[in-house]
C-alpha cells in the first residue's frame, strides 16, 4: 500500500466474447429519455456525408454518445444503457471472480476501462462494445494494477491516448495518486499525510487535475481546490502539485480542459445545479454552460465522453443531469461512463 511495495501481476485474464460475461441480476428499468448533451467545443461540426446532410437538423446536431456504461451499486456487474431510451443494451457484464467494479472511463470509441478491487489491489479491464453498443469483450490490461484501498470515494482517469491509468487510493483518510502505463505496468505515486479528498481527476497532458478538499475531524471543509501534478516529475510528495483555481463552497467537481486553460466546475445550491467555467490564466469565471433548477444538493462528479465535447453531471441524488433534459434515474449505479 506503501512506495515499499512491489507491484504485484495483472489477474487472471477474462477472454471470449459472452462466456467471459454472466448476467448478474437484472438492470433497473428507466423510462426517462436523454435528448442531447452540452458541446464543449461550442458548434457540432458538419459532415460532408450525403446522407448525413439529408438528415434533419435536430438529427444532424445529435453527436453525442449514444450509449452509457455504468458500474452497478454492488459492483457485482456492468450495465450499457442508451441515453435516449433508458433501456437496457445487451445484457449485464460480470466482475471477474471474487472482484467487484469500483470505477468506469471511457477511453475512446466503444471502449471502455474498468476498475474492479480485491484484497487492496485494484487491477484495470477494458470493455469494447460491438456496433450496437452491446458489450462484447472484458480483458484484463496486462501488468496494470495499483496497491492500496479502493475507497468508495476512490476517482479514476484514462489519459486521452489511453496509455495511463490515473487512480486514487486511501491509507485511512489519507490519498495516494498512483499513475499506471497500460503498456508497461511502471507505476508512479505520490502521496500525502493530510487527510483529504482527491476527486474529479482530468488529464490535461501530462498534468494531472484533481480537486483537493482537506478533511477536518471526520468533516469535509467546503473550501475546494484545483490543484495541478506534472506526472512527468519525481514522484514522493503529493504537495509537489501546485495549485490552479480556488472554487467557491458548493463545488462537487470540477473537470479542466484537455488543453489546460478552463475548468468547468459543478456548483449545486439553493435547489439549483449549473456548470459555470473558469479561465485558468485570469482565475475569473466565464461562461456559464446550463443550469437546471431542482436538482440535487451535492453533485458527486461530472462525466465527459471521450471527445471531450459532452457531458454529464453525477448527483449525489442517484440522478444523472444534461443540458436541455430531463434528469435520469440512475440511483442503482456507482459510476457512469460515456
Known amino acids: 500500500m506503501d512506495g515499499k ?4 501481476g495483472a489477474g487472471p485474464r477474462v477472454r471470449g466474447v459472452w462466456r467471459s460475461m454472466v448476467p448478474v441480476g437484472v438492470a433497473t428499468t428507466i423510462a426517462l429519455g436523454i435528448a442531447g448533451f452540452v458541446d464543449l467545443v461550442h458548434a457540432h461540426q458538419s459532415s460532408d456525408d450525403d446522407q448525413h446532410a439529408a438528415k434533419p437538423a435536430a438529427e444532424r446536431q445529435r453527436t453525442e454518445p449514444r450509449r452509457f456504461v455504468g458500474v452497478q451499486r454492488d459492483g457485482a456487474a456492468l450495465v450499457v444503457r442508451d441515453v435516449r431510451t433508458g ?5 449485464p457484464v460480470a466482475a471477474p471472480a471474487g472482484r467487484r467494479f469500483q470505477r468506469v472511463a471511457s477511453s475512446g470509441d466503444g471502449k471502455y476501462v474498468v476498475a474492479s478491487y480485491a484484497s487492496r489491489r485494484v487491477t484495470f479491464q477494458r470493455l469494447d462494445l460491438d456496433k450496437e453498443g452491446r458489450p462484447e469483450r472484458l480483458a484484463d490490461i496486462p501488468r496494470a494494477a495499483v496497491p492500496g484501498v479502493s475507497a ?3 476517482e479514476m482517469a484514462v489519459h486521452p491516448d489511453g496509455d495511463r491509468i490515473a487512480y486514487v487510493t486511501y491509507r485511512g483518510m489519507t490519498p495516494q495518486v498512483q499513475v499506471v502505463s497500460t503498456k508497461t505496468g511502471q507505476r508512479k505515486m505520490w502521496r500525502t499525510a493530510s487527510p483529504a479528498r482527491v476527486a474529479s481527476l482530468s488529464w490535461a497532458g501530462d498534468t494531472l487535475n484533481f480537486l483537493w478538499t482537506p478533511v477536518r475531524a471526520g468533516a469535509t471543509k467546503t473550501a475546494t481546490q484545483m490543484r495541478a501534478l ?11 502539485s501546485t495549485p490552479v483555481l480556488k472554487l467557491p463552497a458548493g463545488t462537487g467537481a470540477a473537470l479542466s480542459s484537455r488543453d489546460g486553460r478552463t475548468v468547468v466546475a459543478g456548483l449545486a445550491a439553493r435547489g439549483q445545479l449549473s456548470l459555470q467555467t473558469y479561465t485558468v490564466q485570469t482565475r475569473q469565471p466565464g461562461k456559464v454552460l446550463w443550469k437546471q433548477s431542482g436538482a440535487t444538493s451535492r453533485l458527486l462528479r461530472i462525466v465527459r465522453d471521450h471527445t471531450g465535447k459532452h457531458l454529464l453531471a453525477f448527483g449525489a441524488d442517484g440522478r444523472l443531469y444534461a443540458d436541455g433534459a430531463r434528469p ?3 440511483a442503482d449505479l456507482i459510476d457512469v461512463a460515456w
Open 328 to 330: 435520469l434515474q440512475a
Open 230 to 240: 506534472d506526472t512527468r516529475g519525481q514522484t514522493g510528495d503529493l504537495r509537489a
Open 87 to 91: 433501456g437496457a443494451v445487451g445484457v
Open 152 to 154: 468508495a470515494w476512490s
Open 5 to 8: 511495495h512491489k507491484q504485484a
